[in-house]
């Protein structure tokens, strides 16, 4: 049997300096629970699995909004795992993130990895929608097949759009059914886990970062807007991690040099 669960949570500004968060709610396998910070500048959420998600057939969805002013960081317990459904007719599962960010506000969206197992199916698609002075930390992690496995069917799409205007609109897909060459060397190159980091703030505006290439399998672009995106690939989720962790302080320094605190 098929689940259609949609999780919401939703940041204000509260206070000087606070955060307050007067929507958190779980469904079906999406828990949400508001965590210790490491930061006190932000309120943070970690997403925990309730049970065996996504299943073929499943519709889940995330809704996070930052009002203006809020700070807010939402981070998931453990990795998300794609798996088979008991039905072979119930149709590929489907994940929607929506993400929205007002004025003067910034999230911070860094979730476990995907992992895609042999046989499963799954359509990801990550929203957001930033106000003109809105910040965003987004990483994504996509791991191809768990351990000695080959990997499920595999689509994620990113959109995100600033003032009302594309930023960026990219679809990946692997596994089963996705055009031919997509683990050959021009694609994959036989590595497994496959990961971006995105970075939109408006210090970019000021001078974004120089396009450059962060060792053998990583680079960093800067985009037609005040962000940043840096794609890699790594033989599995602890390297890319590795390489999207250091991508992301270096980030933080240069929007730090460029006078935001």
Not at 9 to 15: K, L, N, P, R, S
Not at 78 to 85: D, K, N, S
Not at 159 to 184: E, F, K, N, S
Request: glycine share 12%.
């Amino acid at each position: 049997m098929s689940v259609e669960a949609t999780a919401r949570i939703t940041a204000v500004a509260g206070g000087p300096g606070g955060t307050v968060l007067p929507v958190l709610e779980s469904a079906g396998p999406l828990a949400v629970r508001r965590t210790r910070s490491p930061d006190t500048a932000y309120a943070r959420v970690t997403v925990v699995g309730a049970m065996s998600a996504p299943l073929g057939g499943d519709r889940l969805a995330v809704e996070v909004r930052a009002e203006d002013g809020a700070r807010l960081s939402v981070d998931s317990a453990a990795a998300t795992v794609a798996l088979p459904g008991a039905d072979p007719d119930a149709g590929p599962a489907t994940y929607d993130v929506r993400l929205s960010v007002g004025e003067e506000a910034e999230l911070r969206w860094l979730p476990e990895p995907l992992v895609s197992a042999h046989g499963s199916d799954l359509d990801m698609t990550t929203r957001a929608e930033l106000a003109p002075t809105a910040r965003l930390v987004l990483r994504e992690e996509q791991v191809l097949g768990r351990h000695g496995e080959s990997t499920g069917r595999l689509s994620t799409r990113l959109i995100v759009r600033r003032a009302g205007r594309p930023l960026l609109d990219q679809q990946l897909t692997y596994g089963p059914g996705a055009p031919g060459g997509w683990d050959g060397a021009a694609v994959l190159g036989g590595h497994r886990a496959v990961g971006q980091l995105l970075v939109v703030d408006p210090a970019f505006g000021e001078g974004p970062p120089a396009p450059r290439v962060l060792g053998p399998t990583a680079v960093l672009a800067p985009l037609a807007g005040p962000a940043v995106l840096v794609t890699a690939l790594a033989a599995d989720a602890r390297l890319l991690r590795a390489v999207l962790d250091e991508a992301l302080e270096g980030l933080l320094k240069e929007t730090r040099a460029h006078g935001r605190a």
